[in-house]
Nanobody
């Protein structure tokens, strides 16, 4: 069993900052990639940013230069620093992890957190 627990969401004014955290725990052998997705009401869930265990990052064009993803591999934790927030960043943010649960199998599984609400409004 693997759990992803997110924290750090909330209400912030336009131009403000928030930092999201996501800690993975449970039967984890190795993590390939961790990332953040977001879903606004009536819209699909889209990738915001992702980071591999080797430190390679990928960002959605809409957040480049404003958001920074980082990780602490020893703690199986990923962070999303969000600066210069805009109302259009309002969404539920979900943590995602692609990982192996066993050293015997190479199959990787995808897990999701429960989501944390980020609201950008004056």
């Amino acid at each position: 069993q693997v759990q992803l627990v997110e924290s750090g969401g909330g209400l912030v004014q336009p131009g403000g900052s928030l930092r999201l955290s996501c800690a993975a725990s449970g039967s984890i052998f190795s993590i390939n990639t961790m990332g953040w997705y977001r879903q606004a009401p009536g819209k699909q869930r889209d990738l915001v940013a992702a980071i591999t265990s080797g430190g390679s990052t990928n960002y959605a064009d809409s957040v480049k230069g404003r958001f920074t993803i980082s990780s602490d591999n020893a703690k199986n934790t990923v962070y999303l620093q969000m600066n210069s927030l805009k109302p259009e960043d309002t969404a539920v943010y979900y943590c995602n992890a692609l990982l192996r649960t066993s050293s015997y199998y190479t199959t990787q599984f995808q897990y999701w957190g429960q989501g944390t609400q980020v609201t950008v409004s004056s």
